[in-house]
């Protein structure tokens, strides 16, 4: 039977994979070899540097090897300085060495992109030097001090080998993707200003918002590696919250417009129309001026009330929008505040890093226990892919990949080391026997789909052969040490997959939390303006994260809208009772703030009681209060309309239908009063 290369090595497919994997195996074998010729213990360390930083841009290649080498160094200083502290005894070390771990898995949770990657491997290295170390006559600065000069020369290779032909990153293209995205958003809101049913404004609002959410998630990957680019992040990041405000609020600014008298027609179209301008105007690069837009909204003043409001924030989104991308556009970037602020999943940071101090406590407990020298190794592997796999939010799948990986790596290994380097007389025949092994790995490496399949083989394959390293090994020794590091492997996977785990479902409810959170601070903090806006600036950048992980999918995108259109309301409210404390609706306004700063166990009673609120605030019976009921029972609708993505708990479907029923008697009574 015939199998073609490619089946099982993706990456032949493609000239720019292929040149990639040639690359990132000639710099792990330079590494290997230029550890070996300087004499530094542990050689292959040099080569898993560079296989762990390889990146198939020179962007974020730079950016990999800066938290390689920051987290190394971090990494093999607390290795240090927990042994001076414990005095190195084993068990004080090893429970120093828990806590420790957990802090770097939180930390990892906690920061984003490739920090998150150096908050991992500074754990990832003091587990290596301690467990290694821990209860034998090695020196743990000297061996600190090893790593640490097996790292550096791995970064070198990196840099030279790879960093030198890897493509830059498409950092340029940013500014395209964005202004694309700008035009299509503009575009959108031209639509839904036009006559006539609009069907499919649903499913369009939901591809704009998943597309906003994919740039953010990747924009500071897209612009690794070069300081002007980076300027533009912020700029950018105030672009997609303006733009993620238009299509929040173009759906109320429709309806309201639709109820404008006959005679407003015209105006309207006008309005559409500069959009439409404008939106053609970025396009062919000639500016972002708002003078048409302006000049048609000012036409449109004083037509409704509701409108009016409507225009304010459709106005001030416009000119952020514009505002920002001229900044992004301009050679230099102006440093600009931003309009989403991150919000750290403080759920998922307390798993990791309780995750990461339950398994190297296990591994050492066991160690300890039972004193059986090759546990080591066991707490070695377990520490290893906790530390690696601590931020990501699908890690089972890919920790199964690596299982494959390791295992062939064990086999290949256990081949080599008992049946190749007894025969062969010199290190440097033997590095280059095994330079096709590595090909192959790097290879896979050089796939997405095979990518942690190679990485696995490539580690587990250098530490087990030791390609450079003559000494002869004894099978039953070598066996044991690699079932216990497959053993540490699938201890971790376990965990992952049983024990504390983390997957993207989770992480959504984790966010799905957080945006409860933020919609009752903004009601608390109504009152100050500057609070409120900065509570919504976290609830965008929640929205934009909740929508990178779950894409299209109309709950939770249509919920997400809504969230953020509740927010809006929320803090126009609160605005308004700056301003006008004595107004007669102001008392209704505060208690709905009152009633919506707690948690919303129930969506539909909460929607009830805004609805009653605007019925009172109508009974004011002045005009200035129909804003107001208006703002409330937009709000009310937004709760009702979205019950299962404001619910902080899921009910049970007899349970759902009772509270529907009880809510709209509610609402009933609250219509009558």
């Known amino acids: 039977m015939h199998i073609q290369p490619f089946l099982l090595f993706p990456a032949l497919r493609h000239p720019a994979s292929r040149s990639f994997a040639l690359r990132l195996a000639a710099a792990s074998i330079l590494a290997m070899a230029a550890a070996t010729a300087f004499s530094i213990a542990n050689p292959w360390w040099a080569a898993m540097a560079v296989w762990m930083i390889g990146q198939p841009t ?7 090897s800066l938290m390689q080498l920051l987290g190394t160094l971090a990494g093999a200083l607390a290795a240090v300085g927990l042994t001076a502290l414990t005095g190195g005894a084993p068990a004080l070390l090893l429970t120093a060495l828990c806590v420790w771990m957990g802090l770097c898995c939180g930390a990892s949770n906690l920061l984003r992109h490739q920090r998150a990657y150096g908050a991992a491997l500074c754990g990832l290295t003091t587990a290596v030097i301690v467990v290694l170390t821990a209860g034998t006559p090695l020196d743990t600065a000297a061996f600190a001090a090893a790593r640490m000069l097996d790292n550096l020369i791995g970064i070198a290779a990196s840099l030279l080998v790879i960093a030198l032909w890897n493509p830059p990153s498409p950092a340029t293209a940013l500014l395209e993707k ?38 953010e998630a990747t924009a500071e990957d897209t612009t690794a590696g070069s300081l002007s680019q980076r300027r533009r992040l912020k700029p950018m990041r105030g672009l997609l919250a303006g733009l993620l405000d238009l299509i929040a609020i173009m759906p109320a600014l429709r309806l309201h417009a639709q109820a404008l008298a006959p005679n407003h027609a015209e105006d309207l179209e006008q309005l559409r129309a500069s959009l439409d301008d404008l939106a053609e105007t970025i396009q062919a690069g000639r500016g972002s001026s708002l003078a048409i837009v302006r000049t048609a909204t000012r036409r449109l003043r004083g037509a409704d009330p509701l409108f009016d409001t409507c225009l304010d924030e459709f106005e001030q989104a416009l000119a952020a929008i514009t505002a920002s991308y001229r900044n992004m556009a301009a050679t230099l970037p102006e440093p600009a505040p931003s309009s989403t602020a991150a919000h750290a999943d403080i759920a998922g940071v307390r798993i990791a890093a309780w995750r990461g101090v339950a398994i190297s406590a296990l591994a050492a407990g066991a160690w300890l226990a039972s004193g059986w020298e090759p546990l080591r190794y066991f707490m070695l592997g377990a520490c290893i892919f906790t530390a690696l796999f601590a931020s990501v939010d699908e890690p089972v799948p890919l920790m199964r990949r690596v299982l494959a990986g390791a295992s062939a790596a064990a086999v290949a290994a256990f081949v080599w080391r008992v049946g190749v380097a007894p025969v062969v007389p010199h290190p440097w025949l033997s590095l280059a026997l095994a330079s096709p092994l590595i090909l192959a790995a790097a290879t896979a490496q050089a796939h997405r789909g095979t990518a942690f399949i190679g990485l ?34 699938a201890c971790s996977y376990a965990a ?30 109504a009152g100050t303006p500057t609070r409120a806006a900065r509570h919504l600036a976290r609830l965008r950048f929640l929205i934009l994260a909740l929508i990178a992980r779950s894409g299209t999918e109309a709950p939770t995108a249509d919920g ?70 208006c703002w409330l029972e937009e709000a009310a609708e937004h709760l009702a309309g979205h019950t299962a993505f404001f619910r902080a708990q899921p009910a049970p479907a007899w349970a759902q239908r009772i509270a529907d029923l009880s809510s709209s008697r509610a609402g009933e009574d609250g219509e009558r009063a």
């Open 58 to 64: 020179r962007g974020l290649l730079l950016e990999r």
């Open 456 to 489: 696995a083989f490539n580690m587990l394959f250098a530490v087990l052969a030791q390609p450079v390293n003559a000494e002869p090994a004894e099978p039953m020794a070598l066996l044991t040490v690699e079932l216990m590091l497959l053993a540490g492997i």
């Open 178 to 215: 964005t202004r694309d995205l700008l035009c299509a958003t503009l575009g959108h809101a031209a639509r839904l200003l036009g006559p006539g049913g609009l069907p499919d404004t649903p499913s369009r609002e939901r591809k704009l918002v998943a597309a906003l959410a994919g740039l």
């Open 496 to 525: 992952y997959r049983w024990l504390i785990p983390m997957t993207t479902l989770r992480r959504r409810r984790h966010i799905h939390r957080a945006i409860r959170a933020e919609i009752a601070a903004i009601a608390q903090r």
């Open 560 to 629: 997400a809208l809504a969230a953020l259109s509740l927010g809006h309301a929320l803090a126009r409210m609160g605005h308004l009772l700056d301003r006008r404390p004595e107004a007669p609706e102001a008392p209704w306004i505060g208690l709905a703030l009152h009633a919506m700063s707690k948690p919303l166990a129930t969506p539909h009673d909460a929607g009830a009681t805004l609805r009653n609120y605007a019925n009172r605030a109508r009974a004011a019976a002045t005009c200035a209060a129909v804003p107001a009921a």
